[in-house]
């Protein structure tokens, strides 16, 4: 997962949240965020396949939440942009004659899993609510 995906994913469910019942367009988003409106339609699309977001087509369409702030978690929406695990994947290919390299992969995995264990299990209190109450 990029770091970036995930701040532009909660940016856009906060501008949602904080818009209530308001359809929000791509141009607008896209202007908050500070970045180009076809990577948030790219993130809207996930966010909606993701069952976060609802969205109408045409010239009075936009987005919205597509549930209560209250019941949208921060582990979802990482899990909406997760690639991989949060410190990424073991990348070498170390000599299996050599006894750290032949275990080491096996052994960072495990410290991945961990890591992405705390982080899933603290975002999980966390809701969407709680993020956008810190806003004006």
């Given at each position: 997962m990029s770091n970036k995906r995930f701040a532009t994913s909660i940016h856009i469910l906060a501008l949602l949240a904080k818009s209530e019942d308001e359809l929000l367009c791509s141009d607008y988003i896209a202007g908050s965020i500070n970045i180009n409106p076809v990577t948030v339609r790219k993130e809207l699309?996930?966010?909606?396949?993701?069952?976060?977001?609802?969205?109408?087509?045409?010239?009075?369409?936009?987005?919205?939440?597509?549930?209560?702030?209250?019941?949208i978690l921060l582990s979802d929406v990482y899990m909406s942009v997760r690639s991989n695990a949060i410190l990424g994947n073991a990348p070498n290919d170390p000599n299996p004659k050599c006894p750290v390299g032949r275990q080491i992969n096996r052994e960072l995995e495990k410290i991945f899993l961990i890591a992405e264990d705390a982080l899933l299990s603290r975002l999980k209190t966390i809701t969407l609510a709680d993020f956008v109450s810190n806003f004006d």
């Amino acid at each position: 997962m990029s770091n970036k995906r995930f701040a532009t994913s909660i940016h856009i469910l906060a501008l949602l949240a904080k818009s209530e019942d308001e359809l929000l367009c791509s141009d607008y988003i896209a202007g908050s965020i500070n970045i180009n409106p076809v990577t948030v339609r790219k993130e809207l699309s996930n966010l909606q396949r993701n069952g976060l977001i609802t969205s109408k087509e045409g010239k009075n369409g936009g987005a919205s939440l597509a549930k209560s702030p209250d019941t949208i978690l921060l582990s979802d929406v990482y899990m909406s942009v997760r690639s991989n695990a949060i410190l990424g994947n073991a990348p070498n290919d170390p000599n299996p004659k050599c006894p750290v390299g032949r275990q080491i992969n096996r052994e960072l995995e495990k410290i991945f899993l961990i890591a992405e264990d705390a982080l899933l299990s603290r975002l999980k209190t966390i809701t969407l609510a709680d993020f956008v109450s810190n806003f004006d």
